[in-house]
């Protein structure tokens, strides 16, 4: 959202109106015309080759333009009756006709990544294999709340005075295959706070301050923005943001960008080449419930979607979510069942069994 976002402000930069309400249709085309002239970098690193933004791209950016405009609407930031100027460019009829596709993994190469990983690599990327979680999400699961190994369950949730949020923000309870339980009770080592995921060469001994629980940590951050404010003007809401992410950096949790980097060094060493970012695993998980069967309401909530016409509940599936309930035990049996098979639990096993053994 922030790069399709800037994409816009630096337009402005060039093309300067004095207000929202100034900036019309016709300068939202003129906007469609100039992300048309831009090359960018794949997977934004500066280093990267550029190359033309494809259409999927310049779409993603009008709808996000689009919904920029549709909240200054409600919010009243725009003059009245004001129109959207990018509701004038029928946004969801592009045509996409350039698409970087998604390239899944074959069995064979889901061996060989996993193959590749070093015993801090291995944990992570299973649990994305196997779980379908949000690499965002992954950074953000906290000891003891978010992981019970016991029940079997990792929960995705949001945390609002941490400075986190799912990305819909639709919380959900994820079962475990036994195969990763046994796997995160090795990578743990009887570690029962803190992140699940930590930065390598990370020891508790840097801490000066309870990790014991996410409220405890809430308590961190609400002590940190009373000292900020005793020497200071209050805190605005980017700065709470800035000062809840440092506390993340303190209690030593894993980078986004850091599971990236990862991701890309261990393809490279895998031989998987054009596998440049750890959400293919998402992908992965998706297309296996669907291979396995699994109920669409089930899908739906085991990948944190929001429910098909949730907007607009008396229509199709969004209305049979309102009236239906499903229950952990269901969940659990389909996903189960859908991940039986997947080259990536006999690598666990085998990973675990070894580990047992040295």
């Known amino acids: 959202y922030r790069t399709a976002t800037d994409h816009l402000l630096?337009?402005?930069?060039?093309?300067?109106?004095?207000?929202?309400g100034q900036f019309t249709a016709t300068h939202a085309a003129a906007f469609v015309g100039h992300l048309r002239t831009l090359r960018v970098s794949p997977n934004g690193h500066a280093n990267t080759p550029t190359r033309p933004l494809l259409d999927k791209g310049v779409r993603y950016v009008l709808e996000?333009?689009?919904?920029?405009?549709?909240?200054?609407?409600?919010?009243?930031?725009?003059?009245?009756?004001?129109?959207?100027?990018?509701?004038?460019?029928?946004?969801?009829r592009i045509p996409i006709e350039t698409a970087r596709p998604v390239e899944l993994l074959t069995s064979e190469q889901e061996r060989a990544f996993l193959g590749a990983c070093d015993e801090w690599q291995f944990p992570v990327f299973l649990t994305l294999l196997l779980t379908g979680l949000?690499?965002?999400?992954?950074?953000h699961l906290l000891l003891p709340d978010d992981l019970d190994l016991d029940a079997g369950v990792v929960r995705v949730q949001n945390k609002t005075r941490l400075g986190w949020q799912v990305k819909t923000r639709n919380q959900?309870?994820?079962?475990?295959?036994?195969?990763?339980?046994?796997?995160?009770?090795?990578?743990?080592?009887?570690?029962?706070?803190?992140?699940?995921?930590?930065?390598?060469?990370?020891?508790?001994d840097r801490l000066g301050f309870d990790v014991s629980s996410t409220a405890a940590l809430e308590r961190e951050v609400s002590r940190r923005l009373t000292e900020q404010d005793a020497t200071r003007d209050a805190p605005d809401r980017g700065a709470r943001v800035r000062l809840a992410g440092r506390l993340w950096r303190d209690i030593g949790a894993v980078d986004e960008n850091r599971v990236r980097v990862e991701f890309i060094r261990v393809?490279?060493?895998a031989g998987l080449v054009?596998?440049?970012?750890?959400?293919?695993?998402?992908?992965q998980f998706a297309t296996a419930l669907q291979e396995g069967r699994v109920d669409p309401l089930v899908r739906n909530l085991l990948m944190g979607h929001a429910a098909a016409g949730a907007r607009a509940p008396g229509h199709g599936l969004g209305m049979t979510a309102v009236y239906t309930h499903?229950?952990?035990?269901?969940?659990r049996e389909q996903l189960l069942a859908a991940l039986?098979?997947?080259?990536?639990?006999?690598?666990?096993?085998?990973?675990?069994?070894?580990?047992?053994?040295?």
């Open 340 to 358: 039986a098979y997947r080259p990536a639990l006999a690598v666990a096993r085998d990973w675990f069994a070894r580990k047992n053994l040295t």
């Open 134 to 139: 949000r690499p965002g999400e992954l950074c």
């Open 274 to 283: 054009g596998q440049t970012a750890p959400k293919v695993f998402r992908h």
């Open 326 to 331: 499903t229950r952990p035990e269901t969940v």
């Open 64 to 92: 996000c333009c689009r919904a920029l405009f549709n909240h200054a609407a409600k919010r009243r930031h725009l003059p009245p009756y004001a129109d959207n100027p990018f509701a004038a460019i029928e946004v969801d």
């Open 172 to 204: 959900r309870d994820v079962p475990l295959m036994p195969a990763l339980v046994d796997v995160l009770r090795t990578h743990l080592a009887g570690r029962a706070c803190g992140p699940v995921f930590r930065r390598r060469k990370w020891t508790d």
């Open 10 to 20: 630096r337009y402005l930069s060039e093309h300067p109106v004095r207000h929202a």
């Open 267 to 269: 393809a490279r060493a």
